[in-house]
């Protein structure tokens, strides 16, 4: 049976990890036999039945030349399977890694993130230039698959050229995410609230999304924010500290925030850097109206679905007000979406391209 290939750094709670796991499925229910590679061993995501699962067990111990000694303990297990017909790496230890080999395997780099913002830019002097320079090194001649057409164009404002670059965009199940939906809450929901899906790091900002809430008049509206990570303590001092103790409620992480999601006035994206934003497309696909910041990866999914009303300013605490009350004004009938584009279907057809026959 023909083999498809998975590479990822670990499966924690994100989008990229979570992306990976829908691939997974979208492959296994299509006939092949699915191998999923963490290089971490830290799983705090469900893996499907019937997906081989593997790990090389990355540690950043003080073994010499460690990123080599793991880079060949990955070469000798892709050795190991067998009819490789695609081999899909995600993430920057993973990309790391597959460079090393990349001679033996027929690999493609998949992007998700805004790599000038997130890997360049917030550096200085040589400690930029070194890292241009790696980032630029990593990706020439390089099989490259980017989950925008923005993240493509940033990447290529690099000095380099790839092997090939194409995007692709990630895949939903729309009809799992609207069943999902159905199923019961563990706790009662209010009447009217604004909701956040993510990972409490600093990239996502919370901090802005709260002080934003804390200056909307509305004394019946609730804020709910569905998961967990290193900044909890501070967001929890933050919401103390604007008195928003009564009008905050903080879930943890959820492996179902659909039925949240579906009943939320809107979902919110307070992120200063996404390379795509999968929240955003489940929330429209459950009728929930979204606001978010102008990261690439929004400004490009609301250009597609012709939504740009309703993008706020990156870290801009006004606009970002601004944009939630006209978004209360609105109701999903007033925006004609099509969501066809994102459906796994769709996106399994670009897939079935790169494969190898």
Do not use: C, W
Request: hydrophobic letters at 40%; charged letters at 25%; a positive charge.
């Amino acid at each position: 049976m023909k083999s498809i290939v998975l590479i990822i750094d670990s499966l924690v709670n994100a989008g990229a990890e979570t992306t990976n796991i829908r691939l997974a499925k979208m492959f296994k229910e299509n006939g092949f036999t699915v191998h999923l590679i963490s290089l971490k061993n830290k799983i705090e995501i469900n893996i499907p039945k019937n997906i081989i699962f593997h790990t090389i067990d990355y540690k950043k111990n003080k073994i010499f030349f460690r990123d080599k000694y793991y880079a060949k303990k990955l070469n000798t297990l892709l050795s190991n399977i067998e009819n490789k017909k695609l081999i899909l790496g995600s993430l920057g230890l993973s990309h790391k890694l597959m460079n090393i080999i990349d001679n033996n395997f027929n690999f493609f780099y998949v992007l998700h993130g805004n790599t000038s913002e997130a890997k360049i830019n917030k550096k200085k002097g040589l400690n930029k230039f070194l890292k241009k320079r790696e980032i630029e090194k990593l990706y020439s001649n390089k099989n490259i698959i980017t989950v925008s057409k923005a993240v493509e164009n940033d990447i290529l404002t690099l000095n380099l050229k790839p092997k090939s670059i194409q995007t692709i965009y990630n895949p939903f199940d729309f009809e799992e995410i609207k069943n999902k939906a159905l199923e019961k809450t563990p706790f009662k929901l209010p009447s009217k609230y604004l909701v956040h899906v993510g990972r409490f790091a600093r990239v996502k900002r919370h901090d802005i999304l709260l002080k934003a809430f804390s200056k909307i008049k509305d004394k019946d509206l609730k804020l709910i924010l569905v998961g967990d990570g290193e900044e909890k303590e501070n967001i929890k001092d933050l919401i103390k500290n604007l008195n928003l103790e009564s009008k905050v409620i903080l879930t943890g992480f959820l492996k179902n925030p659909y039925p949240i999601v579906k009943n939320a006035q809107i979902l919110i994206l307070s992120s200063e850097n996404e390379g795509f934003g999968n929240v955003l497309i489940e929330a429209l696909s459950l009728n929930t109206l979204v606001v978010s910041t102008s990261t690439i990866g929004a400004k490009e999914i609301f250009n597609l679905l012709n939504i740009n009303s309703l993008l706020s300013n990156i870290n801009d605490i006004n606009n970002l007000i601004k944009k939630i009350e006209e978004a209360r004004e609105l109701t999903q009938k007033n925006l004609e979406i099509n969501l066809n584009l994102f459906d796994k279907e769709t996106i399994l057809k670009d897939y079935k391209k790169l494969i190898i026959d």
